[in-house]
């Protein structure tokens, strides 16, 4: 079974939790917010599958490129509402195009950040921007396994732990399957992030919200 020691032993990618078919690992948020699973040992039948899809346990072996490319969004609009150059987009649009889905990071009503899925294009709005917080991957992995049974093409994305996470819980390659993760240094606190929120919004009037935020605005440049 899936025992944390040391929390630097753990990437909180949830494919253990998911996995599980007792349905015996829940989550626990530390002091700092962020999610570590915890095992009922009572109900844990023993069968490792939660060791078995750790992508911690198992680490991928080390690889070069096979390829360097370097691109951008046409469209200067989706560039600007992008961190980056709005390639995500791009890619994200083929797969809709073509009838799939797309799972990537949001945020949710409480401004939390939380994986989902969109099939339109009007949802892809929701993924883009750079979100320097740990997201709750939630179901996700289930729910791209049962799209790519069913056929569809999914591009899944995220931080290369949980891509890894995701490849590991599937245990098996699908042609259906495309995945885009980002260069990451680790993902900082939750409880950090609740606790600006809530210091920044604690003077304002009971009229006055959110209505966006950004981790990288463009407009000075």
């Not at 791009?90 to 195009?97: D, K, N, P, R, S």
């Amino acid at each position: 079974m899936i025992e944390i020691r040391n929390k630097r032993d753990c990437c909180g990618c949830n494919a253990c939790v998911q996995k599980c078919p007792q349905q015996c690992i829940g989550q626990s948020e530390d002091a700092e917010g962020f999610i570590y699973p915890q095992v009922d040992k009572a109900r844990c039948v023993g069968c490792g599958l939660c060791e078995k899809v750790c992508p911690v346990i198992n680490q991928n072996p080390k690889s070069k490129p096979l390829k360097v490319m370097a691109g951008r969004n046409g469209n200067e609009e989706i560039r600007m509402q992008s961190s980056s150059g709005g390639v995500f987009t791009l890619l994200a649009e083929q797969i809709i195009g073509r009838g799939g889905v797309v799972f990537g990071a949001r945020f949710d009503e409480n401004w939390n950040v939380v994986h989902s899925y969109t099939e339109c294009t009007d949802g892809l709005a929701a993924f883009r921007g750079s979100k320097y917080v740990q997201s709750r991957i939630g179901e996700t992995f289930r729910q791209a396994r049962e799209f790519l049974r069913q056929g569809c093409e999914v591009l899944f994305t995220g931080t290369p732990c949980q891509i890894a996470g995701l490849h590991r819980f599937l245990g098996k390659e699908y042609d259906n399957l495309f995945t885009m993760d980002i260069v990451c240094h680790g993902v900082p606190s939750p409880g950090v992030w609740k606790e600006y929120l809530k210091q920044t919004t604690q003077n304002l009037s009971p009229i006055a919200r959110i209505v966006g935020i950004n981790f990288r605005d463009k407009r000075t440049g």
